[in-house]
Each structure stands twice: as structure tokens, then as C-alpha cells.
């Protein structure tokens, strides 16, 4: 037995170290200023939490073999490691995937190992996880991305634990008027001024908070929602394009990461997945149900409808355990939304639709809080 608990330690410091390296991802997304930067680096960090999964799985069952009491906390990951691992990602691709090479390395030698029906549950884990591994480095070195994959030297030097102040922007907003149908600019202000901040955001909870075994799961969940809302900046952007619109010329806030800055976990979700995207489902729902609108478009909103629903529930599941206080941490997040002039109070932005509250977790008392407040106050958009 032996050998087949030295294999688990094993897979789970690969497992460990894979969790640092989310973090190191993560903290790339805002200080880079390429719009495409931050969606190609979306992408490696989910192909690395898929990575994770079948690790972390056959680390949850070999806790329960030993009948262990989970006090697993890997340290936070050195910053001088981190901003060293930064440096070889600015020098090469390459470079920047030496610790995947590493993990594979250790991931290999594992799996050679585990040639007895004994290991062969050790042996699915780590192959699967090596499966994507090698996704992850033919993605790194795929020649499609090559031009623009690489992250601004200047930008580098901001890295740290913590997320800069404000997120790097590839131009400065537009405030002149741009002559393009409404529809088009809703296209453009849709990827620059929803998805690229909420990919921010989630990137800044993986880059400021510790995740270790017990919440791993939350951390596979962002890194799903990051590179869904890094597929919907992808549709959104190509569509505005091919209707002649320039990213440069859109005029952008960032109030998403100025509100969710500097507040815990739980109110950061709040803030953004359970209110701001719950808003978000219904605008998409109100794209798709209007009939005038074009085919393209109703299409493009109703599959970016389907993975809202799966943030907010992500928002509403985590809160509940994450904090043992639900009101104190409301009444955090509807003050902060409220000095960005994000108001819940009143009106409601769209009618209710009870049956989306419910598919994306709202309790019942929710729900009827929402429509007390539709009887009361009405409704803003019709
Ligand atoms: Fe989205
Ligand atoms: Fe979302």
C-alpha cells in the first residue's frame, strides 16, 4: 500500500501546484491590454481547471480511503515565483508552459507506475489529466494564436497577488458618437462593457483568494464561466465587426470591477453573478423574444442567455455557502451597487420572469420579494 499512497501524494502535489498556477494565469487577464490577450488566456486557464478536475476527483477519493479529516491548505503561491513564471511568459510560449511540461513530466512518470489493476484509478486520473495537458500546450503553440499571443512587457510589472487598481484597456473609451445602427453598438458595448469585465472579475477572484481542496470546485466553476463569457466576448466581437464596427471606437466604463473591488467573496458574487447577471439574463431574454429582431441576433443572445443562467445559479449556490450571514452580505452588495448607481430598489429593470429566477437559484422568498416589488413599482423596460 505503500506505493499506491506515495502515487496519491504525488497527484496531489501536481494538483497543488496546478492551483497556484490558475492563480498566476488569472492575474494576467487585467493587467494585459489585448482584448484577444485576455480571451486566449481565458481559454488556457479553463483547459487547466479541466486538467484539474480528474485530480482533484481522485484526491477527494483517496481522502475518503484513508478516512482522512480534510485539513488540506496548500501556502498562497510565492509572488516572486509568480512574477518570475511571468517573465518566461512574456520571453516564450514555450517558457510560459515549462511548469505544464512539469506537471506532464511527473503526470508521465505516475502513470508508467500505475501498471497494476491496484493503481488503475490513479492511472485514469492522471491520464485524463494529461489528456489535457497536451490540449493545453497544442493550444500554446497552435500557429493560429501565434501572432498576438504574448502579453505586454509593461503590463508585467504590475503582477502581483493582488489585481491592479483598474484593468488595462487596448484604447482609450471613445466619446464621440459612432454612426452605426443601434443594434450594432449594443453588439460592441455588450463585449467591451459586459463580458471582457466579467472575465476580469472572475480572473480577480482566482488571483485574490486562496483556493485549496475544499473549495476547488468553486474555482472549476469560474474557470468555466471565464471561458464561457470569453466564447460570448468572441461572438459578440466578431458580430460587431462584420457589421463594420472598430473595438477602438467604443466607449467603455468599468464599474463592474470598480464595484466588486476590495469586497469579500461571497459579496463579490452577489454583486455580480446573483444581481448584475441575473439583470443581464433578462435583457437577453428581452433580445430574443423580440420578434423584430434579426435571426443573427436573437440566436447569438439565446446562447449567451443559456450560460447566464448557469452564472447567476453559480452566484446564488455560492453565497448560501460561503457566508453563514446571507443579509449582512445583501445589504453589503446592494450599497456598493447603489454608489455606482446600479440601483435594486424601486422598479424592476424587466418583468419578472419567475420561472428563469427559479432555473438560476433564487429562493422562494426571493422571488417573491421581486414580484412585490413589480406590483408596487412596475417595470422600467417594456
Ligand atoms: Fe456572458
Ligand atoms: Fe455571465
New binding site residues.
Partial sequence: MDKFQSLLKQSELCLESMIALVRVFASFIPVTSSYRNKCQIAKSLSLLSYAIRPLHDLKISGDKLNEIENEFSPPGLDVQSAENTCREYVESRNLLFSPVLEFKYCLEKISKECNDLVYERIKWSVDSSLLKLNELMDYATSEQITPEFGVNTADVLFLKQTSPETPSREFPSNQNKLNLPAQTITLGSNFINLEIP?IECCASILNEFIFDVKNTTLLLEICI?ID??RRHAEILRAEFETRGGKIEELSFHLRFWMMSRDEDLATRLYIHQKLG?WI?IDAAMFTVKDKSNEAVIREIYSSILL??ID?VSLGNKWIRRLTPDLNLVKEKALSKRKRFNETDEGPLKFKLNEMMCRFSGFSIEEINAFRKRQEEYGVIVR
Fill in positions: 466579467t464561466q464561457e463569457e447577471e443581464g450560460d447566464e452564472h
